[in-house]
């Protein structure tokens, strides 16, 4: 027989008892609880899959920065980051052993028992650089988000093989700097574009500080009831983004063009061996409005547990982050305010998942 919950007995056996959505799906769900259905206007009914956007989507060759075709394959990580503030990316320099190797690990965690993924909850956790949970913030959602999720915070290579879980932390921990090194790379060419030289101490400021998260969204028995991550943007300069073949990522159209309508959601496919990479409200706000962080969220599915692998960089929180001098002066003013990254990543998890809001914390509001 099917389980059924109540509110409270529902949060506390997910959220507080680390059962997590997993853990409810296990029991034998027949339909999804009250808890998870989303208001009307946050479901993802319409799979947008339209052949032309299909082939419009940016993929970039990444070993083209490499060669003779640098200048093209740099133009189009620009157009991409202005337009729609995510890309895929291809041949970029991580082995494919690693992406199926980091995807396996993840199943490998979430296919625990509930009381080896609760020991990292929030308030128990062993160590403060590893925390378990469900959903965004559940304590405040009105509609709980169909997913699990582990966080692994980097400081030291020693640190985290001490201290992440041991079924993942080395392929985790070599997939962070695998990425990180790739992402320098675009985030070379996306600075020079605004007139500035990357150097190493821009680097380890606006991307000082990392974490790798693993998503796990079990199947679910009314999909078009429910979501995975609900439409936000992220907060950091930049996120690597390894998904599965499952698929179920979509992102929001800024302004008409290549890919789509503004404000129409498409679905991202995956591709195999592509990364998925997205900018952040840091990028957004250090570009004066000039590049654009990608609005999305995830669906989920009745037919197979879909995994994803986010690497998020994002600035040291004593980093002040504001429009670039240079691009503020050519502008003929400013749209952000400059403030404390601390501050803004306070705000942001503050509250629930809400499109780009987040952005309205650096925002200056026209008098």
């Known amino acids: 027989m099917a389980p059924t919950f109540d509110s409270v007995n529902l949060f506390d056996f997910v959220v507080k008892e680390g059962n997590g959505v997993k853990g409810m799906v296990d029991l034998g769900l027949s339909k999804v609880p009250d808890q998870y259905i989303q208001p009307k206007n946050e479901r993802i009914n319409k799979i947008n899959m339209e052949a032309e956007h299909m082939k419009s989507l940016p993929v970039i060759d990444l070993s083209g920065l ?38 396996g690990a993840a199943h490998l965690f979430f296919n625990q028992p509930a009381e080896k993924k609760s020991i990292y909850l929030k308030g128990i956790s062993p160590t403060p650089l590893v925390k378990y949970g469900t959903s965004f913030v559940p304590e405040k959602e009105k509609a709980l988000e169909w997913k699990d999720y582990i966080s692994m915070i980097y400081t030291n290579d020693d640190d985290a093989l001490k201290h992440w879980p041991d079924q993942c932390k080395e392929v985790a921990l070599e997939f962070l700097k695998e990425s990180t090194n790739m992402a320098k790379r675009i985030l070379e060419v996306l600075m020079g574009n605004l007139g500035v030289t990357l150097d190493d101490s821009m680097v380890d400021a606006y991307m000082g500080t990392k974490f ?54 498409i679905e991202i496919p995956p591709i195999p061996g592509a990364l998925v990479i997205n900018l952040g409200d840091t990028l957004q706000i250090l570009s004066n409005g000039r590049y654009k962080s990608a609005e999305h969220r995830v669906r989920t599915t009745s037919t197979q547990s879909r995994v994803s692998v986010p690497l998020f960089l994002v600035p040291k929180p004593d980093v002040k982050i504001g429009p670039l001098p240079q691009l503020v002066e050519k502008d003929g003013g400013t749209q952000y305010r400059e403030c404390l990254f601390g501050e803004y990543m306070s705000n942001f998890f503050a509250e629930t998942h809400q499109g780009k809001k987040s952005l309205d914390f650096a925002k200056i509001t026209p008098v």
Not at 69 to 94: P, R
Request: proline share 5%.
């Open 212 to 265: 790798v998260n693993m998503n796990f969204y079990p199947t679910c028995p009314n999909p078009e009831l429910t979501v995975g991550v609900g439409r936000h943007s992220d907060m950091g300069a930049l996120t690597v983004l390894l998904q599965d073949g499952i698929g179920g990522l979509f992102v929001k159209v800024e302004e008409d063009g290549d890919v789509g309508r503004k404000g129409e959601w």
């Open 66 to 103: 490499d060669g003779p075709q640098h200048d093209q394959v740099a133009e189009s990580l620009i157009k991409a980051a202005e337009t729609l503030g995510f890309l895929q990316v291809v041949n970029h320099g991580l082995p494919i052993e690693l992406l199926e190797a980091i995807k």
